[in-house]
């Protein structure tokens, strides 16, 4: 069976916005809703010159979770590199799973220099994030699973500490990667696995496979089968209008160069400034723009053939009511009892 998750973009959006968001994709059906966690965002601005936004990921969830009754929410994601010690998200993680029983999850990826650097933090290179991450979903797990644990890692410790409120085992952890080293990551240490601007090839060819090599190595996963699957992509829809469903999406051209995932560059003016100057029609070739439902229909089609199990749309569109419907009455009753085959 096929989930649906909805992407509450804390940096496009203003925290209530999002918010809003949430209740109309409950009401829409939606499983799942994710939420990014960055200290900076990646756009400075919007088209109509309005700021950019940089809502705090944890200071949202217990709201959203409280307007809502049954979506599922997590961060989408979040990196456990200097801002964070993995016993300060464990406890945070607990909390939520205590007040919100099994409407909890964690996604961790190896993060950016925008969650880095503008606090002072140093942005290690892709290795050192790699070696953080792993270590820091050990440390959790001991935690949740523990008492008064004491453990003396590479890059942090513990020192007999405790959670004395939350549940004995860890909500559901995604692990979100782009490449292999993680992909293996996730099929071991994580019970997720998520990926965005990835082709439906690439996943099938390189990516899945190397989840398989972490899952042989797991104590936690029989198979890929069993994981969730979840991929994110970046739709807007306009009924009437191609024009006005590629506008909210330009200030996201920054992500569209390699070159600010991996230099530690975290300002957004900076990303902004450059990504201006990329060619609108590489958004359409990364995003699904569209004023028909069935490019939807159809771009969910593509990756559920691929074998993700769980779609997660950030919108862009213009109108979020009006991106509702269309995946309410066009899109979920075509998948929702369809089984992906990675």
């Not at 029983?101 to 942005?123: C, T, Y």
């Not at 359409?284 to 593509?302: L, S």
């Not at 053939?305 to 419907?325: L, R, T």
Request: charged content about 25%; aromatic content about 10%; hydrophobic content about 35%.
């Amino acid at each position: 069976m096929v989930r649906f998750g909805w992407f509450a973009s804390l940096e496009e959006f203003t925290p209530d916005e999002c918010l809003q968001q949430v209740e109309l994709a409950e009401e829409a059906g939606f499983d799942t809703a994710w939420v990014s966690d960055h200290f900076h965002p990646w756009l400075d601005h919007k088209q109509d010159g309005s700021s950019g936004n940089a809502g705090n990921a944890w200071s949202w969830l217990p709201a959203a979770l409280e307007r809502t009754d049954d979506l599922v929410m997590g961060t989408g994601v979040t990196a456990v590199i200097h801002r964070y010690h993995p016993g300060n998200v464990a406890h945070r993680l607990a909390t939520l799973a205590e007040m919100y029983p099994d409407r909890i999850f964690l996604g961790l990826g190896s993060g950016e220099a925008l969650n880095e650097s503008p606090l002072g933090l140093p942005m290690p290179e892709f290795g050192e994030c790699a070696k953080r991450t792993a270590e820091a979903v050990r440390m959790m797990r001991a935690l949740f699973e523990g008492e008064f644990v004491s453990y003396d890692g590479q890059y942090w410790s513990f020192d007999e500490a405790n959670l004395y409120t939350g549940p004995d085992e860890m909500p559901p952890v995604y692990i979100a990667s782009n490449g292999p080293t993680l992909a293996r990551m996730a099929g071991d240490l994580g019970d997720g696995y998520v990926t965005v601007f990835e082709s439906p090839e690439r996943a099938q060819e390189e990516l899945f496979p190397s989840v398989r090599k972490g899952v042989k190595k797991s104590d936690r996963n029989d198979s890929l089968e069993e994981m969730d699957r979840s991929i994110h992509l970046h739709v807007s829809y306009d009924p009437d209008s191609e024009e006005a469903a590629l506008e909210p999406c330009l200030p996201w051209r920054g992500t569209m160069l390699d070159i600010f995932f991996e230099a530690n560059i975290a300002d957004p003016r900076t990303v902004q400034y450059h990504g201006d100057k990329v060619d609108p029609e590489v958004l359409k070739e990364e995003m699904t723009i569209t004023t028909d439902p069935q490019d939807i229909v159809d771009v969910t089609e593509k990756y559920v053939d691929a074998g993700f199990n769980h779609i997660v749309y950030q919108s862009h569109s213009p109108d979020q009511e009006a991106f509702c419907e269309v995946l309410e009455e066009e899109v979920f009753p075509r998948f929702k009892d369809v089984t992906a085959t990675p």
